[in-house]
């Protein structure tokens, strides 16, 4: 059944509403995938905070008018499938790169993060970026070495001499 002009506008502006919102876009071949395949990667895609959309690259083209993502609008050619990452930039990367080893018939043909495009071979490059809470865990880290490090130096004098009075009075036990 043919699209209807009313039902073209009605995609490209959800489409374009989720591009606006989002921090990057993987877009992949699904030709050949399963209805229940498709079913397992939209579940998953639910799962993981990334929305998965099936929109004719025409109507993709003119959502991504003016977003961030016009960038891609070359690469939007055959059969695809287009997952869209709105809090965690890696996690469209993620699921699509999990997905393509899951299913061979999935493949990645683009991807774009800030308004910078990348082809398939950098999907690894922005699935391994960390997720916010594995960032912030990080940032942590490196912040509270300098402090660790001040207060096991201020403690070491008091430490040695303890040991050292230690070794007296054992001395003095024993002898």
Do not use: W
């Amino acid at each position: 059944m043919a699209l209807r002009l009313d039902g073209k506008k009605n995609i490209v502006a959800e489409v374009s509403r989720i591009a606006e919102k989002a921090i990057s876009v993987v877009a992949a071949n699904y030709a050949g995938l399963t209805v229940a395949q498709m079913t397992d990667l939209r579940q998953s895609a639910r799962r993981s905070g990334v929305r998965v959309q099936v929109v004719r690259n025409t109507l993709a083209r003119r959502a991504f008018e003016g977003t961030s993502f016009a960038c891609m609008n070359e690469a939007l050619v055959g059969p695809l499938v287009l997952a869209f990452s709105v809090s965690d930039p890696g996690a469209a990367a993620r699921l699509m790169k999990e997905f393509s080893k899951k299913f061979e018939k999935l493949s990645v043909k683009a991807l774009s993060i800030d308004g910078k495009f990348y082809l398939a071979n950098d999907l690894d490059r922005l699935a391994s970026l960390p997720t916010r809470d594995e960032a912030i865990a990080q940032l942590m880290g490196v912040m509270k070495a300098p402090v660790e490090k001040f207060v096991r130096t201020l403690a070491a004098p008091h430490a040695k001499l303890v040991r050292t009075f230690a070794a007296l009075r054992d001395q003095k036990l024993a002898g």
